[in-house]
DNA sequence: CAGTATCCCGTGTGATACTG
DNA sequence: CAGTATCACACGGGATACTG
């Protein structure tokens, strides 16, 4: 993913390169599957995603809240809470990401059945 | 993308990522876009590409043939010439992918309106 | 034309520990 | 609970030159 929104967005690259940059990263897409489901907390999503650690899962909440896709909204309470949702422009991603999960779903199964534990 | 096939594809992850393992490359989202127009010689990739250089074209292609998302056909022509083209799991990426690009299109256009040149 | 061979570097990812 | 700090590293990506 590289240079991060260097000039990407400029009239460069193709514009499926734009949204992969955004979304590419090894465990944004899987943020944003869950995030289909509706607001999350911090713990939520690293419930879903078991093999992520702290840091990376923050890093990528906040880029993704950094390039509009997420909301971030912190309630104060004690202990803090946090919830995570999608953005209107983040909803947007439903349908193309949806796809891939589908995509993605019909090979491992295939591969699945090819390995056959 | 990380270690590439190496247990994604089994029951850890969401499909999402899975998807995003093979196409998030990258340059591999661009590719597999071009290709969508039908079948296309290293050189085209390369013109509607500019920026991308001869190994990680290179690189991105065998990958995707090896994941069986694109077909390489040699035509024992001289000067040799090598056509790659979709194959029906590929195609199948058509939907899902014309997504991205929309939403990235969106964002390109909005986030060019502010730059202004 | 369609690649491969080297070499190098940035950064994305990760493990671990600590904090408001 | 929801993070940040620090350290380390492999790997993807890139520049350049060479080849069948």
Not at 76 to 89: E, S
Not at 92 to 98: C, D, G, I, T, Y
């Amino acid at each position: 993913m590289a240079k991060r929104h260097s000039n990407y967005t400029r009239g460069t690259g193709c514009p499926v390169e734009a949204a992969l940059e955004i979304i590419g990263a090894k465990w944004k897409g899987g943020v944003i599957y869950h995030l289909l489901d509706g607001e999350l907390r911090f713990m939520e999503l690293q419930r879903r995603m078991p093999t992520v650690t702290q840091r990376i899962l923050s890093k990528a909440l906040r880029e993704l809240e950094a390039d509009g896709v997420i909301l971030r909204t912190v309630y104060p309470t004690v202990p803090p809470q946090v919830g995570y949702r999608l953005t209107p422009d983040g909803e947007a991603l439903r349908e193309p990401v949806l796809g891939l999960r589908a995509w993605g779903a019909r090979r491992t199964a295939a591969a699945c059945a090819m390995a056959a534990e």
